[in-house]
C-alpha cells in the first residue's frame, strides 16, 4: 500500500520529466507575464553570487535557502551580466496525438518538458572553448569550471505553444525549472543537481527539515539525474552551443502534433481535474487496522505522544553518494552508497521516460514491480527500520545487557544496518586505523546542520552535507572542519 502511494507521488513529481501527461498541455502559453522578468534586485545577486557557485561549502538546507534568494530574484535572467540563454522555448522529444473515446489527447516524451536553458558567463565560456561544431574543439573537453550553472527552465507541453513568445517575458510559475551547478568537490560527477519552483504555490521547499511525507530531495550531489546525463559525450550535460541565442546553427526539432489544441481541450481537462478531485477525496481512506491489534493497542495505553517518539529521518533524507575522486587514490571510502543512488535506474518510472516496471493492480493502480520497489518493502529493505528490531534491540541493551550496548549495537546492526555499520568502520579505520563501532544513536543522525556531528564532535562541521560524514575526506580542511 505505502508502495503504491509513494510510486504514484514520485510519478506525479516526476521532476517535471515524465511527460506531464495532457494536463499540462495548453493551446496558448500560460506562463506569458505581462511584465518583463529580470533580476528584481542586483545587489543582492551580487552578494549571493559566490556563496550559490559553491554548493559543497554549505549545509544543503542553507545552501537552498541562498539558492531560493538567489534564483527567486531571477540572478540566472542576466543577459547584461554575460549569461546566455536558448533560443526559444524548445522540445526535447516528441509530443504526440492520440484521438480515443471522442477525443484528442497529447502526450509529451521528451526527457524534459519543454526548456529553455540559461547559461553562466563560465559555462557559456566553457561551450564556446570545447563544443564548437566547426572542428576547432579540441579532442579531449576540458573540465567544466568549478561554479558554472545551467538554469533549464521547463515549461509546459507542447514547446510550441510558448516557443514564439519573447522569452523575456515568460517564467516557468507552471513548470519549474531544473538546475546544475559545478563543484567537483562535491561528488564524483561533479555536479549539483536540482529542481527549483518559483514561489510558495509551486512545491519547492528547502528539504530539511523534511516534510511530513518525507519526498525525495529537491536538490542536492549524487542525485538520479546521473541516469541519463552520465551518457553525454563529456562532462554529464548535453549543453550544445546551436542551441543558443546568437549563436549559428538551430535546436533539434521534434514531432509535435499540436494541431487539435483547439477549445475542445477544455473539456479534457475538466476530465482530469474532476478526476484528480476524486482520488484526493479518497486519499485519507486508509484501510482499516485489525479490530484485535486495536484491541491490545489501546490496552497498553494508546500512541504515545509525539515528544516521546524517538524520531528517526526519513528514509528519502538518508543519502550516501560517491565522493569527488582524489588524484592516485583509489575512492574506497565512498563503498557503500545509499539506495537512493539506485532507484534512479532501478525503480519503476525512475528513468523518467515511461511507466516502465509497473503492473495495473486489483484497484487499477499501479504497483511497482522494479527491483527497487520489490525490495524496499521486503523485510531486508526494512531490516533497519524496522520498530519491531529497534524495539527488540532498546530491551537488549536497555534491560538485559546494560554493560554491553556498544557491542550489542554494532553486532545488531552489523546485519540490520549493514551498509552503514560497513562503511562507518571503512571510514574511521581510514583515520585512525581501526574499525569504530556503529551505534544506535548514529541512527538517528539527521542530515545537513541539525545536529552536531557525533563523529568529530566538539562542533558542527560548517563543510558537511550530512553530520556523519564529518571526516577529513568528505570535509576539506577549507570548509572549517575539525581535523
Ligand atoms: C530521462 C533522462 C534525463 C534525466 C533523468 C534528467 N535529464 Fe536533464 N537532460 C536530459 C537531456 C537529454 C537533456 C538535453 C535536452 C536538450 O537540450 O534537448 C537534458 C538537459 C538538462 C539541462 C540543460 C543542460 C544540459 O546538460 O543539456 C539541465 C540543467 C538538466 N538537464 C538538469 C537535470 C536535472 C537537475 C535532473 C534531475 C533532477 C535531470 N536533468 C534529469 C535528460 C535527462
Ligand atoms: C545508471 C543506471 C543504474 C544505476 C544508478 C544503478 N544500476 Fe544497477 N543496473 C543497471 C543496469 C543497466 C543493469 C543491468 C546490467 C546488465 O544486465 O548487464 C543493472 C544491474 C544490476 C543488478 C543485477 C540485476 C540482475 O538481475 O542481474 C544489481 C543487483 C544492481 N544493478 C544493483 C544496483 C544497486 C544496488 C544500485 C545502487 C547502489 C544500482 N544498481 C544502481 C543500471 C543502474
Ligand atoms: C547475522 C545477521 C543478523 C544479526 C547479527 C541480527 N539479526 Fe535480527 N534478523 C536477521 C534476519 C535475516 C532477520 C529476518 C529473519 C526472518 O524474517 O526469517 C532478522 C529479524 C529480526 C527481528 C524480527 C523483525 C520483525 O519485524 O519481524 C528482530 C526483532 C531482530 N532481528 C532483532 C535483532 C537484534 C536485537 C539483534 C542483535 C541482538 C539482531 N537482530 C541481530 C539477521 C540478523
Given at each position: 500500500m505505502?508502495?503504491?502511494?509513494?510510486?504514484?507521488?514520485?510519478?506525479?513529481?516526476?521532476?517535471?520529466?515524465?511527460?506531464?501527461?495532457?494536463?499540462n498541455?495548453s493551446?496558448?502559453?500560460?506562463?506569458?507575464?505581462?511584465?518583463?522578468?529580470?533580476?528584481?534586485?542586483?545587489?543582492?545577486?551580487?552578494?549571493?553570487?559566490?556563496?550559490?557557485?559553491?554548493?559543497?561549502?554549505?549545509?544543503?538546507?542553507?545552501?537552498?535557502a541562498?539558492?531560493?534568494?538567489?534564483?527567486?530574484?531571477?540572478?540566472?535572467?542576466?543577459?547584461?551580466?554575460?549569461?546566455?540563454?536558448?533560443?526559444?522555448?524548445?522540445d526535447?522529444g516528441?509530443?504526440?496525438?492520440?484521438?480515443?473515446?471522442?477525443?484528442?489527447?497529447?502526450?509529451?516524451?521528451?526527457?524534459?518538458a519543454p526548456?529553455?536553458?540559461w547559461?553562466?558567463?563560465?559555462?557559456?565560456?566553457?561551450?564556446k572553448?570545447?563544443?564548437?561544431?566547426d572542428?576547432t574543439?579540441?579532442?579531449?573537453?576540458?573540465?567544466?569550471?568549478?561554479?558554472?550553472?545551467?538554469?533549464?527552465?521547463?515549461?509546459?507541453?507542447?514547446?510550441?505553444?510558448c516557443?514564439?513568445?519573447?522569452?523575456?517575458?515568460?517564467?516557468?510559475?507552471?513548470?519549474?525549472?531544473?538546475v546544475?551547478?559545478?563543484?567537483?568537490?562535491?561528488?564524483h560527477?561533479?555536479?549539483?543537481?536540482?529542481?527549483?519552483g518559483?514561489?510558495?504555490?509551486?512545491?519547492?521547499?528547502?528539504?530539511w527539515?523534511?516534510?511530513?511525507?518525507?519526498?525525495?530531495?529537491?536538490?542536492?550531489?549524487?542525485?538520479?539525474?546521473t541516469?541519463?546525463?552520465?551518457?553525454?559525450?563529456?562532462?554529464?550535460?548535453?549543453a550544445?552551443?546551436?542551441?543558443?541565442?546568437?549563436?549559428?546553427?538551430?535546436?533539434?526539432?521534434?514531432?509535435?502534433?499540436n494541431?487539435f489544441?483547439?477549445?475542445?481541450?477544455?473539456?479534457?481537462?475538466?476530465?482530469?481535474?474532476?478526476?484528480a478531485?476524486k482520488d484526493a477525496?479518497?486519499?485519507?481512506?486508509?484501510?482499516?487496522?485489525?479490530?484485535?491489534?486495536?484491541?491490545?493497542?489501546?490496552?497498553?495505553?494508546?500512541?504515545?505522544?509525539?515528544?516521546?517518539?524517538?524520531?528517526?529521518?526519513?528514509?528519502?533524507?538518508?543519502s550516501?553518494?560517491?565522493?569527488?575522486?582524489?588524484?592516485?587514490?583509489?575512492?574506497?571510502?565512498?563503498?557503500?552508497v545509499?539506495?537512493?543512488?539506485?532507484?534512479?535506474?532501478?525503480?519503476?518510472?525512475?528513468?523518467?521516460?515511461?511507466?516502465?516496471?509497473?503492473?495495473?493492480?486489483?484497484?487499477?493502480?499501479?504497483?511497482?514491480?522494479?527491483?527497487?520497489?520489490?525490495?524496499?518493502?521486503?523485510?531486508?529493505g526494512?531490516?533497519?527500520?524496522?520498530?519491531?528490531?529497534?524495539?527488540?534491540l532498546?530491551?537488549?541493551?536497555?534491560?538485559?545487557?546494560k554493560?554491553?550496548?556498544?557491542?550489542?549495537?554494532?553486532?545488531?546492526?552489523?546485519?540490520?544496518g549493514?551498509?552503514?555499520?560497513?562503511?562507518?568502520?571503512?571510514?574511521?579505520?581510514?583515520?585512525?586505523?581501526?574499525?569504530?563501532?556503529?551505534?544506535?544513536?548514529?541512527?538517528?543522525?539527521?542530515?545537513?546542520?541539525?545536529t552536531?556531528?557525533?563523529v568529530?564532535?566538539?562542533?558542527p562541521?560548517?563543510?558537511?552535507i550530512?553530520?556523519?560524514?564529518?571526516?577529513?575526506?568528505?570535509c576539506?580542511?577549507?570548509?572549517?572542519?575539525?581535523?
Amino acid at each position: 500500500m505505502a508502495n503504491r502511494k509513494r510510486l504514484i507521488a514520485a510519478l506525479a513529481v516526476g521532476f517535471g520529466l515524465i511527460s506531464n501527461l495532457a494536463v499540462n498541455a495548453s493551446p496558448t502559453c500560460p506562463d506569458e507575464q505581462a511584465t518583463e522578468q529580470k533580476p528584481t534586485d542586483v545587489a543582492l545577486c551580487e552578494r549571493l553570487e559566490p556563496i550559490v557557485r559553491r554548493p559543497s561549502a554549505l549545509p544543503l538546507n542553507e545552501y537552498e535557502a541562498k539558492f531560493n534568494e538567489y534564483i527567486g530574484a531571477m540572478c540566472h535572467r542576466n543577459e547584461a551580466g554575460g549569461w546566455k540563454v536558448d533560443k526559444r522555448v524548445r522540445d526535447t522529444g516528441p509530443w504526440i496525438g492520440t484521438y480515443a473515446n471522442g477525443k484528442w489527447t497529447g502526450q509529451g516524451f521528451g526527457t524534459h518538458a519543454p526548456v529553455l536553458i540559461w547559461y553562466s558567463p563560465e559555462m557559456y565560456a566553457w561551450l564556446k572553448a570545447n563544443r564548437q561544431d566547426d572542428g576547432t574543439a579540441p579532442a579531449t573537453a576540458a573540465a567544466v569550471p568549478d561554479g558554472a550553472m545551467m538554469i533549464k527552465e521547463m515549461y509546459p507541453y507542447p514547446a510550441a505553444a510558448c516557443a514564439g513568445i519573447d522569452v523575456k517575458y515568460l517564467l516557468p510559475l507552471s513548470q519549474a525549472s531544473a538546475v546544475m551547478v559545478r563543484d567537483a568537490q562535491g561528488s564524483h560527477d561533479g555536479w549539483f543537481w536540482g529542481w527549483y519552483g518559483w514561489g510558495p504555490n509551486s512545491g519547492w521547499s528547502v528539504d530539511w527539515p523534511a516534510k511530513p511525507n518525507s519526498p525525495y530531495p529537491n536538490m542536492g550531489f549524487g542525485q538520479y539525474c546521473t541516469n541519463c546525463h552520465a551518457s553525454a559525450k563529456d562532462n554529464s550535460t548535453f549543453a550544445s552551443l546551436k542551441n543558443i541565442k546568437g549563436e549559428p546553427g538551430d535546436p533539434l526539432v521534434f514531432l509535435s502534433q499540436n494541431f487539435f489544441l483547439d477549445p475542445s481541450w477544455q473539456s479534457l481537462q475538466m476530465r482530469i481535474q474532476n478526476a484528480a478531485a476524486k482520488d484526493a477525496a479518497s486519499a485519507g481512506n486508509d484501510p482499516d487496522y485489525d479490530p484485535t491489534f486495536l484491541k491490545i493497542f489501546w490496552s497498553l495505553g494508546g500512541p504515545p505522544l509525539r515528544n516521546q517518539i524517538v524520531p528517526m529521518q526519513p528514509e528519502t533524507y538518508d543519502s550516501v553518494w560517491p565522493k569527488a575522486p582524489k588524484p592516485g587514490v583509489p575512492n574506497a571510502a565512498s563503498q557503500f552508497v545509499t539506495s537512493d543512488q539506485c532507484l534512479g535506474c532501478h525503480s519503476a518510472g525512475g528513468t523518467g521516460l515511461q511507466f516502465d516496471m509497473t503492473q495495473p493492480g486489483p484497484d487499477g493502480k499501479l504497483i511497482n514491480i522494479s527491483p527497487y520497489g520489490t525490495w524496499r518493502g521486503s523485510p531486508m529493505g526494512l531490516a533497519g527500520r524496522d520498530p519491531i528490531f529497534f524495539a527488540q534491540l532498546a530491551s537488549e541493551t536497555d534491560t538485559f545487557h546494560k554493560g554491553e550496548a556498544a557491542t550489542i549495537q554494532n553486532t545488531c546492526l552489523g546485519c540490520h544496518g549493514i551498509l552503514g555499520q560497513r562503511q562507518y568502520g571503512i571510514d574511521t579505520a581510514a583515520k585512525t586505523g581501526s574499525c569504530a563501532p556503529l551505534s544506535r544513536d548514529m541512527v538517528d543522525a539527521i542530515p545537513y546542520s541539525a545536529t552536531p556531528d557525533p563523529v568529530t564532535a566538539p562542533g558542527p562541521c560548517p563543510g558537511c552535507i550530512r553530520c556523519l560524514m564529518c571526516s577529513a575526506e568528505a570535509c576539506p580542511a577549507a570548509a572549517g572542519c575539525p581535523a
